[in-house]
């Protein structure tokens, strides 16, 4: 497992997102940049599911707050890029204190339940606030982000606008996963895995369980909402069905499918994902079924998500030359969490 | 101030629709209290036994009665599937942790609701009213057809019935020890696997009976399954996960709060829904009837 | 150091502890015994804060904690063990000392720190005193029975805590292991000044450490006192006849 802890992935991703503008396609581009933003979602879902162990079904809420913030700031307001998203966040995060605040009280399913009927209130708003949100029409036409700057740089300013809001959400994206990978890799996020693994036990050695899954809830809604900003720029327009409970159900298909004991397990499964979706329809309209199938496959035979299968078959790899102490396969476990 | 017959009107509008919510709530939550699991593939149950039923009156076209075998086979049909579901696929995952079981049921969501299209097609399909009961009689200044008072006293039928079978017989007995302790049970000799395939199986007819028998009521279409699904979760919190009579009970609140709601706020009825469910989370999570969380 | 002034709590009507006090003074050990189903387990949820008492007070070195969150009362200094081993199964051993010591001192707010990196030295010694370090790598949910009550152990040790609850810490164990674990705690209480709390199945345990051994049944406390004294009971003699290990 070694071997492939040192390889930089993070490196080494970066560097596979900054070719893409370069390869001219319009199409990758646009594939590329619908990635980069469902990744953030996705790994905003697993800082709860994969690693405090909550199961959210209204995370979208919170991918539509941070939309619809974001793109209000900006074209009612006329708010410049940067702190639109910012706000965006925040709005999200503030919504998901509140709503946070109720959920954690419960436990599973019902935990489960109340984000869902959260999500679906927010949807409502979002549906009927006519004024606002623009109800069932939605906010078309959201403007891009001022990026005439580029133009005047180097090797960028030959890009087309849609390359150019590419790298700028390759930029963002990154900042906000290095910043996941700092909380998950802090006390804090230690704390998490702990309440996971045992959350009685937590409790008895001094851990405060609840504040820090209303903490967790926050700091995911607060991505969730950057990457909602970011693609309702990306979408030209925001609508209700951002919020759906439906839309929560991507991330947690792309969270299992790409691992989620793998942190770039969610970015994994985005791109997997997004793929799919665009090859299967453009053969047929059954992309749900298809859908449903892939994943009764994965959770029957790849329940580690692509990630977690991969490391799995490298780690039985090494650990067959070398039949040492028989906890090698066990210990490199942890390490899987790379 | 709107008249009584109004009023009345309304009231008996909500309580059919309470009647066919329970019918399928019940089934929801029978499957909930044995397997803990929370089936959302259960509406899609519901649309399937509505679209076979649809099917099955077709191919007996010419006999004017086939409403009732229609729906009786419809509903067998869609216990036997939920009979292959269980046994094959569901069981393999009662060990995992609980969000595979959703998301595998969900899977089954999408599956159905794309077999469902592949079939039928996403026309509007409806069946008209069993000869038997065409027409209607008037109460109270409101037409009430007959059909829709069949229904009114099938359910509560249906639900004393199980009722009874529940508290009353061995089966019952067995049923009921396997949803408090299935470990105990299943070290007392009692068959606990097909315990668990016989009560999916239950659950899933009454889905599809519910199905069967609300489609001279309703036209049968696409997005009929995600509808139902989310007005059984209500429900079924309002009463309590796991309790019969709390289903009940839950049924008949949510078909009235649904009838009145809409005079009361009209633009909001697309709320009433979240907000109930939330507000019953919040407040009162285990419902009702049900047992106190902790 | 403790002290519990009469107890109640009733389950749907079936009353598992009723009206039970007891004392523990600081630096003694102190054990509770009694047969299956007389409430000890009860008991201690009720002194940890897991459950809430019906009626009656828990005082922990003169402070009120009654039915306080369970990790203040943690925090406040009371550690504990569970009867059947309650680990961070999927962390390493060293994982396991490690998170206890981030968490009881207070890191757990911190977002910044890389928190592998914290109390790496505090973590070994903890380790290195538990006979454990040649362990500290593998994976505790793979341990043995014996190895993992020692982690618990340890999770309880890193907590810096004044007094220790353990229930039934031999459960399970061979005569052998019982022997280590019980030279092991009465070192370890020595060393750092603690206050033990106990519940026993084994009489040969709790007569060997316990200097003052408190006796349940159904419920209620039925005798309190030194070894010989409670060895000497009537009550407890019946109570206990033909149930002797």
């Known amino acids: 497992m070694t071997t492939l802890k040192r390889v930089p992935w993070t490196l080494v991703v970066f560097a596979a997102a900054l070719v893409v503008p370069f390869l001219g396609s319009r199409f990758y581009t646009f594939v590329a940049t619908d990635i980069a933003i469902l990744s953030l979602f996705a790994m905003s879902l697993n800082l709860l599911l994969g690693y405090t162990g909550l199961v959210s079904f209204g995370h979208a809420a919170y991918f539509g707050i941070g939309a619809y913030a974001c793109a209000l700031l900006m074209k009612s307001a006329g708010a410049p890029f940067l702190p639109s998203l910012v706000a965006g966040g925040l709005m999200a995060a503030a919504f998901a204190l509140v709503f946070g605040f109720f959920c954690v009280r419960l436990t599973r399913i019902y935990f489960a339940m109340l984000t869902l009927a959260f999500a679906q209130i927010v949807w409502a708003i979002c549906f009927k606030w006519n004024d606002v949100t623009g109800g069932e029409q939605g906010l078309p036409n959201v403007p891009y982000p001022d990026i005439d700057w580029m133009s005047s740089l180097p090797v960028l300013g030959d890009f087309r606008t849609g390359d150019q809001f590419y790298l700028v959400c390759v930029l963002i994206v990154a900042l906000c996963i290095a910043g996941l990978r700092r909380i998950i890799d802090s006390p804090f996020g230690r704390v998490l895995t702990v309440i996971r693994d045992n959350a009685e036990r937590a409790q008895f050695i001094g851990v405060n369980v609840r504040a820090h899954q209303l903490a967790a809830f926050v700091v995911a809604g607060f991505f969730a909402g950057i990457s909602g900003a970011l693609f309702g720029i990306f979408n030209r327009g925001v609508f209700p069905d951002f919020c759906y409970w439906t839309k929560s159900a991507e991330p947690l298909i792309m969270t299992i499918l790409g691992g989620m004991s793998a942190f770039w397990g969610p970015a994994v499964g985005a791109a997997a994902f997004i793929v799919l979706n665009q090859q299967i329809t453009s053969y047929t309209e059954y992309w749900p079924f298809t859908m449903g199938v892939v994943l009764i496959i994965l959770l029957f035979v790849f329940p580690g998500g692509i990630a977690g299968t991969l490391i799995g078959a490298v780690e039985r790899l090494r650990a067959r030359p070398q039949p040492d102490a028989g906890s090698a396969p066990d210990a490199r476990e942890s390490d899987a969490r790379g | 101030m709107p008249e009584f017959s109004f009023l009345f009107g309304q009231f008996i509008g909500g309580l059919t629709a309470a009647m066919f919510l329970f019918l399928i709530a019940s089934g929801l939550s029978l499957i909930f209290g044995v397997l803990r699991v929370l089936n959302f593939a259960h509406g899609s149950f519901y649309m399937i036994g509505a679209y076979l039923a649809w099917q099955l009156v077709r191919w007996m076209q010419p006999a004017a009665e086939g409403f009732w075998p229609a729906a009786l086979g419809a509903a067998l049909a869609i216990a036997l599937l939920g009979g292959i579901v269980e046994r094959l696929l569901l069981r393999h995952l009662y060990a995992r942790e609980e969000l595979y079981q959703l998301l595998f049921t969900y899977a089954l969501v999408l599956i159905l609701g794309d077999v469902a299209k592949i079939l039928w097609g996403t026309q509007q399909l409806s069946v008209s009213r069993p000869p038997s009961l065409a027409g209607s009689l008037e109460l109270l200044g409101v037409t009430i057809p007959y059909y829709n008072l069949f229904i009114m006293l099938l359910c509560p039928t249906i639900a004393v019935g199980f009722w009874y079978i529940l508290q009353r017989t061995a089966v019952g007995r067995i049923v009921r020890a396997a949803a408090l302790d299935r470990e105990t049970l299943g070290a007392l000799g009692a068959n606990v696997g097909w315990v668990y395939t016989g009560m999916f199986m239950v659950g899933s007819f009454l889905a599809g009976l519910g199905g069967a028998l609300v489609t001279p009521i309703k036209s049968i279409v696409p997005g009929m399954d995600v509808e139902i699904i989310v007005e059984a979760f209500i429900v079924v919190v309002i009463g309590g996960l796991g309790s019969f009579w709390g289903t009940f009970l839950g049924a008949l609140i949510y078909g009235q709060v649904l009838s009145f709601g809409i005079l009361v706020f009209p633009r909001f009825s697309i709320f009433a829904v979240s907000v109930l469910m939330a507000a019953i989370l919040i407040l009162r999570p285990w419902g009702l009837l049900g047992r106190p969380l902790k | ?245």
Not at chain 3, 3 to 30: N, P, W
């Open chain 3, 1 to 245: 150091m403790l002290e519990v002034e009469g107890v109640r709590k009733t389950f749907d009507g079936f009353t598992a502890v009723d009206g039970v006090s007891l004392s523990v003074a600081r630096g003694e050990i102190a054990a509770v015994i009694g047969p299956n189903g007389a409430g000890k387990s009860t008991l201690f949820n009720l002194i940890t804060g897991h459950l809430s008492p019906d009626a009656g007070r828990v005082l922990l070195k003169g402070r009120d904690i009654t039915g306080a969150a369970p990790h203040r009362i943690c925090l406040m200094g009371m550690g504990r063990s569970f009867q059947r081993t309650n680990i961070f199964a999927k962390l390493t051993v060293f994982e396991n000392v490690q998170a206890a010591f981030i968490t009881h001192r207070r890191h757990g707010g911190n977002f910044w720190s890389l928190s592998s990196s914290l109390y790496r030295s505090e973590t070994h010694e903890l380790l290195a005193s538990l006979g454990l370090i040649d362990k500290a790598d593998a994976v505790s949910g793979a341990l043995s029975h014996g190895a993992q009550k020692q982690v618990e152990l340890g999770i309880a040790l890193a907590c810096d805590p004044e007094i220790l609850l353990l229930d039934e810490p031999t459960a399970g164990m061979s005569a052998a292991e019982t022997h280590e674990t019980i030279r092991l705690l009465e070192r370890i209480a020595r060393e750092r000044g603690l206050t033990l709390l106990f519940t026993e199945h084994d009489m040969e345990v709790v007569f060997s450490i316990a200097q003052r051994i408190s006796v349940l049944h159904q419920g209620r406390m039925i005798a309190r006192g030194t070894p010989t004294e409670v060895q000497a009971h009537a009550e407890v003699r019946r109570v206990y006849l033909g149930e002797r290990h």
